[in-house]
């Protein structure tokens, strides 16, 4: 589920296991992107494949949460709800695999970034 979807860039595309496809939201202020574990689960490690085609460099400032809860849509403030896994200052790098590893396991049901 993303906070708003660019055209031809769906949410699908972040799990599809092409790390050509990229899922994309719209320009906005307080973007997210939140992956449904269909359940509660406990989480210690989310890897992100960044893109390697172009604008690399803009995955920075990540904040990755595990929640209960959906973020609210239209995003107006940075997600805080749950629990925070890991913070990605960036900026990324081209195809760079970053392995967001928790000080300690959280359960929740959405992955949100």
């Known amino acids: 589920i993303l906070s708003s979807t660019y055209s031809g860039c769906p ?5 599809n296991g092409n790390t ?4 994309h939201t719209n320009k906005e202020k307080y973007p997210w992107l939140a992956l449904d574990l269909g359940k509660s689960v406990t989480v210690s490690s989310v890897t992100i494949y960044n893109r390697a085609v172009s604008c ?3 995955l920075k ?3 990755i949460r595990i ?4 973020p609210t849509t ?5 997600f805080k709800g749950g629990a925070k896994l890991r913070f990605f200052e960036g900026p990324g790098k081209n195809g760079e695999v970053i392995e967001m590893v928790a000080e300690k396991p959280i359960a ?3 992955v949100v970034l």
Do not use: H
């Open 56 to 58: 690399y460099e803009r």
């Open 108 to 110: 929740g049901r959405y």
């Open 74 to 78: 239209p995003a107006t403030a940075s």
């Open 11 to 15: 949410a699908t595309n972040c799990i």
């Open 61 to 63: 400032d990540l904040e």
């Open 20 to 23: 050509v496809d990229l899922c």
């Open 67 to 70: 929640s209960d809860n959906l």
